[in-house]
T-cell receptor, first 111, second 118 residues
């Protein structure tokens, strides 16, 4: 059973546009992470935000975290065709090391 | 390469057969995780090792699933008497452990083994 839910399930945009994906979760967390998965491949870690952080940047990525609403968003600016992939949020609880993943958002960037 | 390596990449087995999936983590990574990913879904946790110790096996769906990491490096996930519902991609991930960071480390994933049970 997955804890998180991503919204939207699928997103199709033009190259150069921004893409925003949202994630909601149910329990208190230690950190929240975003991963990308290309078709037929493993997951690639993008960014980690701790529960005491509200915003984090990495290159064209911006992640926000609102622990009061138990939600996070991932913004990809100036999207490229190579950004086409599935994006998953994953939470790590206060205790324990496993990650609990959402169902993912499928992003398609058209060139 | 220096990444997580999984073998085989594809495995087809008949229902009732036993299968073994292998994971070579990144050298020196203390933590090792197995996940199961159904088509169109996110990965679901199966089990976690710290070195050779299996600290969490709460995600293993039945006693037909067994994982080991005897020397604290390579790990094997074994599924006995396979069923059609076992068809999925099995992902392995590893991460380092640091004194200050503890479990706050990203996980590095292999490309997975796609298991099909006929």
């Amino acid at each position: 059973s997955q804890q998180g839910e991503e919204d939207p399930q699928a997103l199709s945009i033009q190259e150069g546009e921004n893409a925003t994906m949202n994630c909601s979760y149910k329990t208190s967390i230690n950190n929240l992470q975003w991963y990308r998965q290309n078709s037929g491949r493993g997951l690639v870690h993008l960014i980690l935000i701790r529960s005491n952080e509200r915003e984090k940047h990495s290159g064209r990525l911006r992640v926000t975290l609102d622990t009061s609403k138990k939600s996070s968003s991932l913004l990809i600016t100036a999207s490229r065709a190579a950004d086409t992939a599935s994006y998953f949020c994953a939470t790590r609880r206060e205790y324990g090391n496993k990650l609990v993943f959402g169902a993912g958002t499928i992003l398609r960037v058209k060139s | 390469g220096a990444g997580v390596s999984q073998s085989p990449r594809y495995k087809v087995a008949k229902r009732g057969q036993d299968v073994a999936l292998r994971c070579d983590p990144i050298s020196g990574h203390v933590s090792l995780f197995w996940y199961q990913q159904a088509l169109g879904q996110g990965p679901e946790f199966l089990t976690y090792f710290q070195n050779e110790a299996q600290l969490d096996k709460s995600g293993l769906p039945s006693d037909r699933f067994f994982a080991e990491r005897p020397e604290g490096s390579v790990s094997t996930l074994k599924i006995q008497r396979t069923q059609q519902e076992d068809s999925a991609v099995y992902l392995c991930a590893s991460s380092p452990w640091t004194r200050t960071g503890g479990g706050n480390q990203p996980q590095h994933f292999g490309d997975g083994t796609r298991l099909s049970i006929l």
